[in-house]
C-alpha cells in the first residue's frame, strides 16, 4: 500500500491543484452568467463533448486502451512504440472527422438535451455549442497522451495540464464581466456567446497541448503511421464494444437526467421561485461532489489500473485482490469524512462560492442543498468505480455493460419519479438524490460480482473497516450540522458567517476525526497523516 500511496500522492497534489482552480473557474462563470436560463444553456453545450468523447474514447482509455498498450510495451520487440503511433494516428483522425459532424449537426443534438426549453434559449446553446464541439479533437489527443504518460508511470502532468485549462477560462469569465456580459439567454448578444465558446475550447487547446509536449519529453516521437491492419488495434474495436454500450447506456441516461434538469429549471421559473433550480445548478453541484473524488479516488484509480492489468495479464490474483482492497481503504479513509461534511455544509459552502456577479444568494443556497443530496452517494460511486477497474483488468467489458445498465434504470427511474411527484422546488434535489440511491445499489451489486470473478474482495474486512471510518467521522458531522443549524436559524447564511461555519465544522471536526481515527488505529487514516507531516517537515 505503501507504493500505491506514494503514486498517489504525486498525482493528488496536481489533482488538488487541478480541482482547486476548477472549484474558482465555476464560481467566476456562475458569477458571470447566473445560474438561469443562459447558465442552463451554457452548461449544456459544454457537457457534449464530453460526452460525444466519452463515447468514442474516453471510457476505452481505462477499460481497453490502457491494459493493451502496458502488455504491448512488455511483448511486442520495439517495446510498443509502433503500436502507439498507430493509436495515436488513428484516434487524431477520428476525433477530427467527429468534431466536425459534430458541429454540422449541433442543432439537433442541443434539442436532445433542451427538449423542455424555449426556442430562443435553444438557439443560444446551439451558437455556444458550434464554438465548443471541436474540443473533441482536443480533448482525445490530450487524454491519449496523458494514458501514454500513465503507462510510463509519468503522472504528474496529466493532474496538472488541467489547471492551465482552469486558468484559461477563469480569465474569460473575468473579461465577459468586465464587457458586461449579461445572464439572460434572450438578452445574449453574438459577441458574448462567442467569447465563452471560443474560450472554452481554448483552455482544453492549451490543455491538450502542455501534454503532447511533456510527452515528447519523456522519449515518444509521434511519426504517423497509417499500417492499421494486423497491427492489434482491431482488438480495441472488439473488446472496446462493450465498452461503447457501457457508454450508451450511461450516455442515454445522462441525456434523460439532463431533460429532467433542464425541465425543472423550466418549472421554476415558471413557478417564480426566489431562486434558479435548473441543470446548471445540478451540474454545479455535482462537479462540487466530485471534487473530493478527482482528488482522491481519481488519482488512486490511476495508479491502480497499470499494477492491476500487470497482475491479471500474469494471473497473480491474490496480487490483484490486495492491490484492490488497499486501494479501497484507501480512498475510503479520506472519502467518508469529505461525503459526511458535504452533507453538512453543502449550503455553507455554497454560499461562500456563489453568491457573485449574476449569481444570487438563494441560488447559491439552493445549491447546497442539491449537493447534500449528491454527497450521499460520494463513497458508493467511487467503490463503484473502482470495483469496475478490476473488470478492466481482466479484459472484461461486458460485465460493466450490465452494471451500467442497472444504474441507469435507478438513476433515471427515480429521476423521472422524482421530477412528476416533487414539487418544482425539490426536483433538482429529487435528481441528486436518485444518483445516490442508484450508486448505493450498483455499488453493492458490481462488489458481489467482481468478488466471484476473483476468488473474493475482502468484504467482511474491508466493510468493517469503512464502518469504523464512519463511526470516527460521525462526531464532526454532528459538530458541523449543529453549526450549520445554528447560524441558519439565527444570523442567517452570509458569506462571513458560512466560512465560520465551514472553519468550525472542517476544522474542529476535521481535526477530532484524525484523534478518533488514531485511536481506533485505522491504519490508512495514520498512513496519510503520516505522509503528509513526512511532507512538510523541514528538509523533506
Known amino acids: 500500500m505503501s507504493n500505491l500511496l506514494r503514486a498517489g500522492a504525486v498525482m493528488m497534489a496536481g ?175 453574438d459577441n458574448e456567446l462567442a467569447l465563452l465558446g471560443l474560450g472554452t475550447t481554448a483552455g482544453i487547446v492549451v490543455q491538450s497541448i502542455v501534454l503532447v509536449i511533456t510527452l515528447r519529453r519523456v522519449g515518444f516521437r509521434f511519426r504517423p503511421r497509417f499500417d492499421f491492419n494486423h497491427s492489434g488495434i482491431g482488438d480495441i474495436a472488439r473488446k472496446g464494444s462493450w465498452t461503447l454500450a457501457y457508454l450508451g447506456i450511461t450516455q442515454l441516461g445522462f441525456m434523460a437526467i439532463t431533460n429532467l434538469a433542464n425541465w425543472a429549471g423550466v418549472r421554476a421559473a415558471e413557478a417564480n421561485l426566489p431562486y434558479d433550480a435548473g441543470q446548471i445548478v445540478y451540474a454545479n453541484a455535482y462537479n462540487l461532489f466530485q471534487l473530493p473524488y478527482g482528488v482522491i479516488a481519481v488519482s488512486v484509480i490511476t495508479a491502480l489500473l497499470p499494477r492491476m492489468s500487470g497482475y491479471a495479464h500474469e494471473g497473480r490474483f491474490e496480487e490483484l485482490r490486495e492491490e484492490f482492497a488497499g486501494g479501497v481503504r484507501l480512498v475510503s479513509a479520506a472519502l467518508v469524512p469529505a461525503a459526511l461534511l458535504l452533507v453538512s455544509l453543502g449550503p455553507a459552502i455554497t454560499s461562500v462560492v456563489f453568491p457573485f456577479g449574476n449569481s444570487s444568494p438563494q441560488s447559491a443556497y439552493y445549491l447546497g442543498t442539491v449537493l447534500q443530496a449528491f454527497a450521499i452517494g460520494l463513497v458508493p460511486f467511487s467503490i463503484f468505480q473502482l470495483v469496475l477497474r478490476i473488470f478492466y483488468s481482466l479484459g472484461d467489458t461486458r460485465t460493466p455493460v450490465a452494471l ?137
Do not use: C
Open 15 to 189: 489533482t488538488l491543484m487541478s480541482r482547486i482552480t476548477g472549484f474558482a473557474r465555476t464560481a467566476v462563470i456562475a458569477a458571470a452568467i447566473g445560474l438561469g436560463a443562459l447558465g442552463d444553456a451554457y452548461s449544456t453545450a459544454t457537457v457534449i463533448p464530453v460526452i460525444l468523447f466519452d463515447l468514442l474514447l474516453g471510457g476505452l482509455l481505462s477499460s481497453v486502451v490502457v491494459p493493451m498498450v502496458v502488455r504491448a510495451r512488455k511483448t511486442d520487440p520495439d517495446g510498443g512504440e509502433a503500436y502507439e503511433q498507430r493509436l495515436l494516428t488513428l484516434v487524431t483522425l477520428i476525433l477530427i472527422g467527429l468534431s466536425v459532424a459534430a458541429v454540422a449537426l449541433a442543432g439537433p443534438i442541443i434539442g436532445l438535451y433542451g427538449s423542455a426549453w424555449r426556442e430562443e434559449q435553444r438557439e443560444v446553446a446551439t451558437t455556444l455549442a458550434r464554438f465548443i464541439l471541436p474540443q473533441i479533437a482536443f480533448f482525445g489527443v490530450g487524454a491519449l497522451a496523458g494514458a501514454y504518460l500513465n503507462v510510463r508511470e509519468k503522472f504528474a502532468a496529466p493532474m496538472w495540464a488541467p489547471v492551465l485549462n482552469n486558468l484559461v477560462v477563469i480569465a474569460v469569465a473575468v473579461i465577459y464581466i468586465a464587457i458586461g456580459g449579461g445572464s439572460s439567454a434572450e438578452g445574449a448578444r
Open 404 to 540: 451500467g445498465l442497472l444504474n441507469v434504470v435507478l438513476n433515471a427511474g427515480l429521476g423521472l419519479v422524482a421530477s412528476l411527484v416533487l414539487p418544482p422546488e425539490y426536483a433538482v434535489m429529487g435528481l441528486a438524490l436518485s444518483f445516490s440511491i442508484a450508486y448505493f445499489v450498483g455499488s453493492i451489486v458490481a462488489w458481489l460480482v467482481a468478488a466471484r470473478r476473483v476468488g473474493g474482495l475482502d468484504g467482511p474486512d474491508v466493510a468493517f473497516t469503512i464502518t469504523r471510518m464512519h463511526l470516527a467521522a460521525l462526531p464532526m458531522a454532528a459538530i458541523a450540522l449543529f453549526s450549520l443549524f445554528f447560524a441558519s436559524n439565527t444570523t442567517g447564511m452570509t458569506i462571513p458567517v458560512s466560512l465560520a461555519v465551514i472553519a468550525v465544522g472542517a476544522g474542529l471536526g476535521g481535526a477530532l476525526y484524525l484523534a478518533i481515527a488514531h485511536w481506533l488505529r485505522i491504519p490508512e487514516v495514520r498512513s496519510i497523516v503520516g505522509l503528509v507531516t513526512g511532507r512538510v517537515r523541514p528538509g523533506r
